[in-house]
């Protein structure tokens, strides 16, 4: 049961242009959301996150777009760069009965951005 | 600060043969995480620490895979005995929650090749 879907398994982009990565949800319960970007060999590092009670949040060049209704979130880089040439992850948190939280990765995104 | 360490960086076993990794968070954090990552795949997460308790290990493979956190720091997992499908990177991360602000940080992680 795959919670966290990221439904295309790469993407290539020309230099310069907007890369948009979409991530899909299932449970309802999922209030935060996070994007790791993972290079070969490396482990993922945080990238940006949003809370349920936002629909955008920016980080220079990276925004995150939340739409609850459709349990959809997208990734915009623009400009794209070469060096962000990556696996991108989506992450959805949701709070367990015990008051911890759970974290859910979806099944990554090749991005390859073209020079 | 120091990021989160992981060793080794690689490991080559023979099937039914027995392996484990070391991991020392970041210093303070007090959620730490195992997630073993198939090639292609996300990062499932294997067990969830809170200091030195477990909160979650529904994923666990409880007859081959064990993990410990002594004294609420430093992490070990286990596996005995190791299987092909076991084959994967195996990350630790670990967090610490700021009101519904929580960022994972990853280590480098353990590519282990069962053969």
């Known amino acids: 049961d795959q919670q966290v879907k990221q439904n295309s398994p790469s993407l290539s982009v020309q230099e310069g242009r907007i890369s948009i990565l979409n991530c899909d949800y299932t449970?309802?319960?999922?209030?935060?959301f996070l994007w790791y970007k993972k290079y070969p060999a490396e482990g993922p590092t945080f990238l940006i996150s949003i809370s349920s009670i936002k629909d955008k949040n920016e980080d220079g060049r990276f925004t995150v777009f939340l739409n609850k209704s459709a349990k959809h979130l997208s990734l915009h880089i623009v400009p794209s760069q070469p060096g962000d040439s990556a696996v991108y992850f989506c992450a959805a948190s949701a709070e367990r009965t015990s008051g911890t939280y759970k974290y859910i990765f979806g099944t990554g995104t090749r991005l390859k951005v073209l020079a | 600060e120091a990021g989160v360490a992981q060793s080794p960086r690689y490991k080559i076993i023979e099937k039914r043969q027995s392996v484990a990794f070391w991991c020392n968070p970041i210093s303070g954090h007090a959620t730490l995480y195992w997630y073993q990552q198939i090639l292609g795949q996300g990062p499932k997460l294997l067990i969830q620490f809170q200091n030195n308790g477990v909160v979650d290990d529904s994923q666990l493979p409880k007859d081959r895979f064990s993990a410990e956190r002594l004294k609420g720091v430093d992490s070990t997992l286990k596996i005995q005995p190791a299987k092909l499908e076991d084959s994967a990177v195996y990350l630790c991360?670990?967090?610490?929650?700021?009101?519904?602000?929580?960022?994972?940080?990853f280590g480098s992680g353990t590519q282990l090749s069962v053969l």
């Open positions: 449970n309802s319960m999922f209030d935060y």
């Open positions: 991360a670990s967090s610490r929650r700021v009101g519904q602000e929580e960022k994972l940080f």
